[in-house]
């Protein structure tokens, strides 16, 4: 042996589509951690946000196998960059909360993040904040899903690696088994982020043209993209809604006219 992490799924890699996003991370060697075990999942990109530390030795020695990925890493100014080419943001968060109006933290489990991600064809961000303090509100509310690791309650807070890899193996896992013998496999979903953004626009314009409060606004624009975060609609069903939502408009119009 080498020392160095070998892919766990061979050749293929299942998690193509997969762009790991750190926001701000603080130390070097967790950075390189989680490109080894980025290596191990088959994650072809690594974008870094305004890290706070420079990649040096450490960083390089904890790659090991991955350290290509980690030389290969982009350095941006803000998540909007980093994100700018994904159709599904997905943030990971440690700290959640259970009350159904608490959209900003409402978080799904690995097991139906690796369920969504294996339905759709596109690019998923996974977007994990710095070691110290996690995503700020700003960066949650820019998410389309957020996802949270079930730990102990007197200590929920997972090493960033650690994080990393538990997220691309429940990635990984649901690929399940590629038989011959099995049934064909379910119909690939597209992700559709262009029409998604274009759809809440549509939404929150006409919220203001139909005087919903506006401090119930930004709340309830968040509902609907945590929805749509969990339903993955197509571009048809968003192209279905956005005509929905063109009609109304409309029809208000016409009302005022």
């Known amino acids: 042996m080498d020392g160095r992490a070998a892919p766990l799924g061979g050749d293929r890699e299942l998690t193509a589509h997969v762009t790991v996003v750190l926001v701000r991370p603080k130390e070097d060697g967790n950075v390189g951690a989680v490109a080894r075990v980025g290596r191990n999942f ?14 040096g030795p450490e960083a390089r020695r904890r790659a090991m196998g991955g350290l290509s990925l980690l030389t290969s890493a982009r350095t941006v100014e803000s998540l909007d960059e980093a994100v700018s080419d994904c159709d599904l943001v997905v943030g990971s968060t440690d700290l959640v909360l259970g009350r159904s109006t608490a959209f900003l933290r409402r978080s799904i489990d690995p097991e139906r993040l690796g369920a969504i991600v294996h339905s759709a064809d596109g690019r998923v961000a996974l977007v994990f904040g710095p070691e110290d303090n996690g995503l700020a509100r700003h960066e949650l509310e820019d998410c389309d899903l957020i ?11 997972l090493n960033l690696s650690h994080a990393v890899g538990i997220l691309l193996y ?18 690939r979903l597209p992700l559709a982020g262009k029409e998604k953004e274009l759809l809440l626009r549509r939404l929150a314009e006409l919220m203001a043209a139909t005087d919903y409060p506006r401090h119930k606004r930004r709340g309830l624009t968040l509902l609907f993209r945590r929805l749509f975060g969990r339903a993955v609609p197509t571009e048809h069903e968003y192209r279905m809604m956005l005509g929905f939502v063109r009609s109304l408009d409309r029809m208000r119009k016409k009302g005022h006219g």
């Open 147 to 157: 996802v949270h690791i079930p730990a102990r309650r007197e200590f929920p807070t």
């Open 170 to 187: 429940a990635v990984h896992r649901a690929e399940g088994p590629e038989w011959e013998e099995t049934t064909p496999a379910p119909e």
């Open 42 to 55: 088959g994650v072809e990109r690594l974008v870094l946000v305004r890290p706070r530390a420079g990649l």
